[in-house]
């Protein structure tokens, strides 16, 4: 492989190499930086995996989506560490009272966003299911996405605009721009989304994601008071119940957990990392 990775940097001569954070990239990364070739790594998680722990050593730049990562780097002597935050589409602020209309929802009523990404979350479903059943439902409007995988099984509880589901929303900037909470996985991009959005969150790790890095993610929300982590083997519906019951009977808790999600939030991510590409590679 290193023979492989050698032709293909001769024949591309590249201006800068930057890593996303997979395995496969170390190689590449590291064989660049050996030649002198300026170099950065992308870590968006709170816990870095470990090719971005072991090239953060060597690399020119290390660009964190999460502040957390910071504590488990060991930089090289000439490595610059920022916080760029994750890329993602900025918040349109004037998206909400577009998507209200479309959607034929009550402006004086809170809506309970429900998404576990494009593919789905099982358990989340199945325990929005059981929650539609008690009188809990009635205190939000729900958008709920179910994944393509699931979506024929609770296609059934479409019920505008009481309930409205989706398999998934691309984009999905109108479910976020009228969300007043949200029960979500704990990737980064959706970490970052609903940061951008500032909308407060219940966030429940997927326990099969690898090295189990949605964790740390929900944690770190957690500890910065914009979230809730619940863990999945804590995930009923009685539990679910009991946590959105205790936001509902605290405002101030919600307007806190919103102001610490804009806090984390950084919009222009983008910008920041295109930015770097261009000193790096200028």
């Given at each position: 492989?290193?023979?492989?990775?050698?032709?293909?940097?001769?024949?591309?001569?590249?201006?800068?190499?930057?890593?996303?954070?997979?395995?496969?990239?170390?190689?590449?990364?590291?064989?660049?930086?050996?030649?002198?070739?300026?170099?950065?790594?992308?870590?968006?998680?709170?816990?870095?995996?470990?090719?971005?722990?072991?090239?953060?050593?060597?690399?020119?730049?290390?660009?964190?989506?999460?502040?957390?990562?910071?504590?488990?780097?060991?930089?090289?002597?000439?490595?610059?560490?920022?916080?760029?935050?994750?890329?993602?589409?900025?918040?349109?602020?004037?998206?909400?009272?577009?998507?209200?209309?479309?959607?034929?929802?009550?402006?004086e009523?809170?809506?309970l966003?429900v998404?576990?990404g494009?593919?789905?979350?099982?358990?989340?479903?199945?325990?929005?299911?059981?929650?539609?059943?008690?009188?809990?439902?009635?205190?939000?409007?729900?958008?709920?996405l179910?994944?393509?995988?699931?979506?024929?099984?609770?296609?059934?509880?479409?019920?505008?605009?009481?309930?409205?589901?989706?398999?998934?929303?691309?984009?999905?900037?109108?479910?976020?721009?009228?969300?007043?909470?949200?029960?979500?996985?704990?990737?980064?991009?959706?970490?970052?989304?609903?940061?951008?959005?500032?909308?407060?969150?219940?966030?429940?790790?997927?326990?099969?994601?690898?090295?189990?890095?949605?964790?740390?993610?929900?944690?770190?929300?957690?500890?910065?008071?914009?979230?809730?982590?619940?863990?999945?083997?804590?995930?009923?519906?009685?539990?679910?119940?009991?946590?959105?019951?205790?936001?509902?009977?605290?405002?101030?808790?919600?307007?806190?957990?919103?102001?610490?999600?804009?806090?984390?939030?950084?919009?222009d991510?983008?910008?920041?990392?295109?930015?770097?590409?261009g000193?790096?590679?200028?």
């Amino acid at each position: 492989m290193v023979r492989e990775v050698r032709d293909v940097l001769d024949a591309e001569r590249p201006a800068l190499v930057i890593g996303t954070g997979g395995y496969a990239s170390g190689p590449v990364v590291w064989l660049a930086a050996r030649r002198g070739i300026p170099t950065a790594v992308l870590e968006l998680n709170a816990f870095p995996g470990l090719a971005v722990r072991r090239l953060a050593r060597n690399v020119r730049e290390v660009w964190l989506g999460s502040p957390e990562a910071r504590a488990h780097l060991r930089p090289g002597r000439n490595t610059v560490i920022l916080e760029t935050g994750v890329p993602i589409v900025a918040p349109d602020p004037e998206l909400r009272a577009r998507t209200m209309s479309g959607f034929d929802l009550d402006p004086e009523r809170g809506t309970l966003l429900v998404t576990g990404g494009s593919q789905g979350a099982q358990a989340l479903n199945e325990a929005i299911a059981r929650l539609l059943e008690t009188d809990l439902a009635e205190a939000f409007q729900i958008i709920w996405l179910t994944g393509k995988a699931g979506f024929a099984r609770f296609r059934h509880f479409h019920r505008p605009p009481e309930v409205r589901v989706y398999d998934f929303l691309d984009p999905i900037a109108p479910a976020y721009s009228v969300a007043d909470l949200a029960i979500t996985r704990a990737g980064m991009m959706t970490v970052a989304e609903v940061c951008a959005w500032g909308i407060p969150s219940i966030m429940v790790p997927l326990p099969s994601a690898a090295a189990d890095h949605q964790t740390p993610n929900a944690r770190a929300m957690a500890e910065a008071g914009a979230a809730i982590h619940l863990p999945q083997s804590e995930l009923t519906p009685d539990r679910l119940a009991e946590v959105i019951s205790e936001l509902l009977a605290s405002p101030d808790r919600l307007v806190a957990m919103r102001r610490a999600a804009l806090a984390r939030a950084k919009p222009d991510a983008t910008q920041a990392i295109l930015t770097r590409i261009g000193v790096l590679s200028g």
